[in-house]
C-alpha cells in the first residue's frame, strides 16, 4: 500500500520527545567541569520538557546510572550505542500517513558533511534503532540531510538553506530540483524555501555549516520567526537583513522579527546566540536564554505567538557552546 506520508508541524500533538545522553567527544569536553557542564545542560532541558510530555533518553551503557543521577525520575533512559548528542541531527523524521500511521524518515547522516572532527558510525544507525524500537517503517532516504536542516508549517512549505542541503560534503551532486524532489517525496510538503546561508558562527569549525533551525522557523501555518541580528557591528546583522528580504520576496508570510541576545561575542569569537532554537511542545515552548536583557523580549514574542503554552526559558549557553541548542538536542514524536 503507497502511503502519502506528511511531517506534522512542531506545534501538533507529541507522543514523545527524543533525546540522547551526551558522553563522549567534543561535546561532553575534555574536562570533569567540561562534563559536568554539558550533563547539567542536556538534563536540564530533558527536565523542563518531561514536565509536559513524555522524554525517552538514548544512553550508552556505561553511563546509565551516572545519568539517573541528573535526570528527573519520568525520563526514560534507553540504552543505546551513540557517537554524539544531537538528536534532531541523528534521530528520524517523524511523519505520519492520512490514516494516522506513523514513520520515521531515515536522511543518510555523516557528521554534517563528513567535517574532519566528527564521528558517525554508531549515529548514522540511530534513527533506525528509534524507528525498530517503536515499531514504525524507516523511510530510507539517500538524501544526505538532518533534522536541523529542515523545517516546515505542516501545510506544505518547508525552509532549506543552500549550504546545507547542496552543499560540500553533503549533495553537491544534486541539483537543486533533486533535492526538492526527494525532499517533499519524503516529507509531503510541496513549496521549498530557500535561505542561502546560515548563521556566521555556524561555519566555525563545530558548526553545522548552515542549520536553518537558528535562522529561522515556522510558528504557525502562515507565520515564519526569523534571527534579527540587530546590531551592525556582529557579521550576522547582514546574514538576518538577507534572511528577511528573501522570506519578503516568498510572500505569503507573517514575518516576525526576534532580536538577537545584546551579547555579541564568546572567548572563540562572534556568538550565533539565537532564541529561533527554540522547542514547542505539549503545553509548553522550551526557550533559549542566556542571562541577556533580550531573555524577556524573546519570551513576549513566543508568549504571543503561542499564547495558550507556557514559555519555559532554559539556560542554553554552555549548547551553543558545543555548537547547538535546545532545538538540536530534541526530537518529536508526533501522536
Known sequence: MEHNWKMPAEWAHHERTWMAWPSAGYTLGDTDSDHQEARLAWASVANAIVRFEPVSMLCVAADLEMA??????????????LNDAWMRDIGPTFVKSET??????????????AQSWASW????????????????????????NE???????????????DTVQLGAGRNETWSREEVEQEVHQKLGTDRAIWIRRGL????????????????????????ILYH???NPDH??????HEVKRTLEEVGGFELIGVPAPTKLRDEEGFVDYSYINHYVINGAVILCSFDDPNDEVARGILQTVYPDREIVLVDARALFARG????????????
Open 147 to 161: 533534522g536541523g536542516g529542515i523545517h516546515v508549517n505542516g501545510a506544505g512549505a518547508v525552509l532549506l538553506t
Open 121 to 144: 558510525d554508531k549515529d548514522a544507525e540511530v534513527a533506525g534503532v528509534i524507528n525498530s524500537r517503536i515499531g514504525v517503517p524507516s523511510l530510507e532516504s539517500a538524501l544526505i
Open 100 to 113: 494516522g500511521q506513523l514513520a520515521g524518515v531515515n536522511w543518510v547522516f555523516n557528521g554534517w558533511g
Open 324 to 335: 547547538g541548542g535546545i532545538h538540536c538536542i530534541t526530537q518529536q514524536q508526533p501522536a
Open 228 to 230: 534579527e541580528q540587530q
Open 235 to 240: 557579521p550576522d546583522y547582514s546574514v538576518s
Open 200 to 223: 556566521t558562527r555556524d561555519y566555525d569549525e563545530f558548526g553545522t555549516r548552515g542549520h536553518i533551525d537558528i535562522v529561522a522557523c515556522f510558528a504557525g501555518v502562515n507565520t
Open 68 to 81: 539517573r543521577q541528573f535526570l528527573d525520575p519520568r525520563v526514560s533512559l534507553i540504552e543505546a550505542q
